[in-house]
Each structure stands twice: as structure tokens, then as C-alpha cells.
């Protein structure tokens, strides 16, 4: 009861109301609210302080820049969906200010990604083309519902705009900044609300350990592993957030000898064996489910295959032997 007072206390003001509702629609810094708001950094910050105390909004801090969100789970989420069903939505005035917000920040990104398209593209060409991979994952990942999904070195969030009509919560984390600036403008126009980003190292992962029912139902790790010194420490602690009977899905390069890849684009590791892998999944209490490698295309000169492993949580594959 306390808790509920104390909620619609903090969203008893028309600036809290206003800057709930903006939160409720994108992820955004204290600044950008500034911006839209058209109040004092003080005022605005007091305002925010005040919602986060009652959990009506959250705030993670990314590098240097802070971002507030609005709850999206428990009785502060349900407070803040039936303030939002009795209004029509945050004043127009507000909305038109988000969109430019948003258009900065896509410009922003263009720019980024813009600077680094030709080397993705190089390397993209080496490979089968991303559609048919897409394709694979899909398949692969077909069939059984996704509560909640990681994506883990989530990058320009590509994985959650093609995984996010399937999943009920997504979640991409990374380490780069500027990849997150990219994937968050992919998202909000997508208006994939569902799905977010955080700055985060696969390597410590900032979720609770997996359990019965809680966790993550899939980790995804697509083109990542080959950039981490200690795949198979990420694996394990991917291993640790996922709830028993999860899967987890990597997306990699099977072993090659394209050294260039190594000494131009940072990649750490020239691929992965089965055996690898496989040594991977015990440690980290999975079982192979299913593979499936994608050939490169017939006229690539260096030529990479790309492979997807699956792996199940031990204890749903125990369980579904018992059945
Ligand atoms: C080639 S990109 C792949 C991005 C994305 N998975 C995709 O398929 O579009 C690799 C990403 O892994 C991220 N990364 C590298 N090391 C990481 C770590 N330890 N934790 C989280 N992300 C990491 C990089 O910042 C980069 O965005």
C-alpha cells in the first residue's frame, strides 16, 4: 500500500507525468528530456530523482551519458500503462520535440556506422549473405516460445529487430557505446519498446543468475566470440543467466587461416572447431542440440563458413529424457 501511494505521489505532478510518459516511449538522457521538457537541468533532475525513488522509472549509466526508462515490469509498470490508457499520450508539443531528438541521434548513428560500413562490408563479403544466415537462426530458434532473450555483444542490435517479433522482452547488451547509439535508433524505429540495450561485458553479465523459471530462455552470441580472448568464459557466465532447459545460440566462424582478419579487424580468434565448442558447452553445463553450417558464397575467394551451434541447459534435456 505504502509503495502504491508512494508511486502515484511521484506521478502526481503534470512535469512527472509528462516525463513518464516520454519514458515510457524511448530511452532517454537527462539532456534529451531537458531538451523536450523545456525546464532547468535542476528542476528536471529533481523531477527524475523523484520518479526513480518511487520505481516508476529507472536510470543506467552508459559510459559517460546516463539514461532513464521508464519500469517495464511489477506494479510500477502497470501504474504507468493505466496513467498512459487514461491520457491520450504525451502532449503533442512533447512528441514533436522526441522527434527531433531522434532524428539528431539517427544522424548521429548514420555517421558512425557510415565510417565503419566499408570495413563491415569487406568482411561481410567473405561470407554467405547475412539473409541466409538470418534465415538459419530463425529456423533454428523456431518452435518454442522466447520470454526473454540476451543478446550478448548485441552490437547495432541487428539480432533483436530480426528476433523481436518472436520474443515477449529482449535485451541486447555491449561493450561499444557507439554500437548501443546505433542499435537503440533501430529500435525506437522499429518501435521495438520490448526490446533494450545496456552497456555491459558478456564477461559480467549485470542479470541474476538463471533458475527454475527465471533467466534468460535464449542467449544469442552472433560474430562475437571471435573478438573475446576467453570465449568460453562468456559462454559459461552466459550459461549462469539463462533458467534451466534455456538455449543458447552461437553464430560464429568455423576454424579458418584468414590471418588478415586477426591483424586488420581485431579479431582474436580465426574461428572454432566442433570440439571446441562442444568443450565450451560441458563446461558450462549445455548439451548440443542441433548445428548447422552456411557455405560461403560460391564465388568468394577467401572463403569463411559460418556456423550456428545450439545448445540446451543439462537440466532440461534431463528433464525431457525423464518425460
Ligand atoms: C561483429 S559485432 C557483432 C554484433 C552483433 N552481434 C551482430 O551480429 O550484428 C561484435 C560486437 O561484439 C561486441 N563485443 C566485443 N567484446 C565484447 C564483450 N566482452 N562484451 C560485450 N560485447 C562485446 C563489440 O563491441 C561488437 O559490437
Redesign the pocket.
Known amino acids: 500500500m505504502d509503495r502504491l501511494v508512494g508511486m502515484l505521489r511521484a506521478a502526481g505532478d503534470p512535469t512527472r507525468l509528462r516525463l513518464l510518459l516520454l519514458l515510457r516511449q524511448a530511452e532517454l538522457t537527462v539532456s534529451e528530456l531537458i531538451e523536450i521538457i523545456g525546464q532547468s537541468q535542476p528542476r528536471v533532475s529533481r523531477h527524475l530523482k523523484l520518479l526513480c525513488g518511487a520505481g516508476l522509472i529507472e536510470r543506467f549509466k552508459e559510459g559517460s551519458w546516463v539514461f532513464y526508462r521508464a519500469t517495464e515490469e511489477g506494479e510500477a509498470a502497470a501504474l504507468s500503462q493505466a496513467l498512459e490508457a487514461l491520457l491520450p499520450g504525451p502532449p503533442e508539443a512533447d512528441l514533436k520535440r522526441l522527434a527531433t531528438v531522434r532524428e539528431k541521434r539517427a544522424a548521429e548513428a548514420a555517421a558512425y556506422f557510415k565510417e565503419n560500413a566499408a570495413e563491415?562490408g569487406h568482411?561481410r563479403s567473405l561470407y554467405a549473405p547475412e539473409r541466409e544466415v538470418e534465415t538459419a537462426i530463425l529456423r533454428q530458434l523456431q518452435g518454442e516460445p522466447i520470454q526473454q532473450l540476451l543478446?550478448?555483444?548485441?552490437?547495432?542490435?541487428?539480432?533483436l529487430e530480426l528476433l523481436a517479433p518472436s520474443v515477449r522482452r529482449a535485451v541486447?547488451?555491449?561493450?561499444?557505446p557507439e554500437?548501443l547509439a546505433i542499435a537503440r535508433d533501430k529500435l525506437m524505429r522499429g518501435g521495438f519498446a520490448h526490446c533494450q540495450v545496456r552497456l555491459?561485458?558478456?564477461?559480467r553479465l549485470p542479470f541474476d543468475s538463471g533458475n527454475g523459471e527465471t533467466g534468460f530462455d535464449v542467449v544469442?552470441?552472433?560474430?562475437?566470440l571471435h573478438?573475446?580472448d576467453d570465449p568460453a568464459a562468456?559462454v559459461v557466465e552466459a550459461a549462469r543467466v539463462m533458467r534451466q532447459g534455456g538455449r543458447l545460440l552461437i553464430?560464429d566462424f568455423v576454424q579458418h587461416d584468414l590471418e588478415f582478419l586477426r591483424t586488420d579487424y581485431a579479431h582474436r580468434r580465426l574461428g572454432f572447431s566442433d570440439k571446441e565448442v562442444l568443450g565450451w558447452f560441458q563446461a558450462a553445463g549445455l548439451k548440443l542440440s542441433a548445428s548447422e553450417a552456411i557455405a560461403p558464397p560460391a564465388e568468394a575467394k577467401d572463403k569463411l563458413i559460418v556456423k550456428l551451434w545450439l545448445g540446451r541447459s543439462e537440466a532440461k534435456a534431463q528433464q525431457g529424457k525423464a518425460a
Open positions: 563491415w568482411i543478446d550478448a555483444g548485441t552490437g547495432t542490435g541487428r539480432m541486447g547488451v555491449d561493450v561499444s554500437m555491459a561485458d558478456s564477461y544469442l552470441f552472433h560474430q562475437v573478438y573475446l562468456a553464430a
